[in-house]
Nanobody, 124 residues
Framework: QVQLVESGGGSVQAGGSLRLSCEGS????????MKWFRQAPGKEREGVAH????????WYSDAVKGRFTISQDNAKNTVYLEMNNLRPEDTAMYYC?????????????????WGQGTQVTVSS
């Protein structure tokens, strides 16, 4: 069974940093889109960053571009989201999702595997 487990969330002051991790298991495909989403209370789920494994291709939303970095440790089958210069508006539940065996990162309905989420809270 495909499983994604997020960790690394917490509470930090504005300007601080956190590194989220998403460990995957239960699949063997070599090209997958791994994507971080976030959702704050009263707001729709928002794509933050994604990485297409095996290609080096990455994408970032305008809201986080220049502050967040997505990366992967292939040996550990883990994707990371390094978050720097955090702002209060970054406060949200962060989710890791996967679209398996794809040539490109798809639109949101094609992400069928999701983790449970990890909370990030940024105080001013």
């Amino acid at each position: 069974q495909v499983q994604l487990v997020e960790s690394g969330g917490g509470s930090v002051q504005a300007g601080g940093s956190l590194r989220l991790s998403c460990e995957g298991s239960g699949y063997t495909y070599t090209r997958n889109c791994m994507k971080w989403f976030r959702q704050a209370p009263g707001k729709e789920r928002e794509g933050v960053a994604h990485l297409l494994t095996g290609t080096g291709s990455t994408w970032y939303s305008d809201a986080v571009k220049g502050r967040f970095t997505i990366s992967q440790d292939n040996a550990k089958n883990t994707v990371y989201l390094e978050m720097n210069n955090l702002r209060p508006e970054d406060t949200a539940m962060y989710y890791c999702a996967a679209a398996l065996n794809v040539p490109n990162c798809p639109i949101s309905p094609h992400y069928f595997n999701w983790g449970q989420g990890t909370q990030v809270t940024v105080s001013s």
